[in-house]
């Protein structure tokens, strides 16, 4: 009897040990994730397909809150754009930040077919006062040149005491870069733009 039992528990510890052994094996096929090794450590990327296109989401946890960020472009990808050291810098006020203004020529839309939209969502995801914002800094879009009343005209001479300017700008090279106390994220086109603009994000958040 004393036998029977023990060949029985050997029995559920066998299976046990394959059904995990099974499940983990499933989990690796599944998973199209990895962890990918930035400057303030590890970060976990989900890699999903939305109908033809690529969506990377890097894991980051802050405060014991787990953020997501999704990217078109993998860290690999951005690595050789240059992105200047300690830009975080512009963005710190003595007396706090009251407003960032993101600003860009009028017919960047147009040369970009709209893609500059899909560059600033980069890192106005991270630095915003939405509920998924690490930063939670006011953020208002304006243009270089008047356009109307409700949108404000404003260019890196207007960084401030109080507040910052972030100048997106088509360019011979694809960077991030300031110039006094306004960064600037520079594009050779669309694309371009884009990775400057998640090398940016992906910065704001660790990984660079």
Avoid: W
């Avoid at 995990?20 to 930035?38: M, P, Q, R, W």
């Avoid at 890192?123 to 930063?135: I, K, Q, R, S």
């Avoid at 006011?138 to 404000?152: C, G, H, M, Q, W």
């Avoid at 260019?155 to 106390?181: F, P, Q, R, T």
């Amino acid at each position: 009897m004393k036998k029977k039992t023990l060949l029985f528990i050997l029995l559920l510890i066998v299976l046990f040990i394959a059904s995990f052994a099974i499940t983990s094996i499933v989990i690796k096929l599944i998973d199209k994730g990895y962890n990918y090794e930035g400057k303030s450590g590890s970060y976990r990327i989900d890699v999903d397909k939305i109908e033809n296109i690529t969506i990377y989401s890097a894991h980051v946890k802050r405060h014991n809150i787990e953020y997501i960020y999704r990217f078109r472009n993998k860290p690999e990808d951005l690595e050789t754009i240059y992105l200047e050291e300690e830009l975080i810098k512009k963005l710190n006020r003595p007396r706090g930040l009251n407003i960032l203004y993101v600003t860009r020529d009028k017919d960047l839309g147009n040369k970009t077919n709209d893609d500059v939209l899909i560059a600033a969502e980069a890192f106005e995801a991270v630095l915003g006062t939405n509920d998924y914002g690490m930063y939670q800094i006011r953020i208002r879009n304006a243009y270089t040149t008047r356009e109307n009343s409700k949108v404000p005209k404003i260019s890196c001479e207007d960084a401030s005491v109080a507040d910052a300017v972030i100048y997106m700008k088509l360019g011979s090279e694809n960077k991030v870069y300031s110039e006094g106390e306004c960064i600037i994220i520079q594009g050779t086109d669309g694309h371009g733009l884009i990775k400057a603009a998640e090398k940016f994000g992906y910065y704001l958040i660790g990984v660079f």
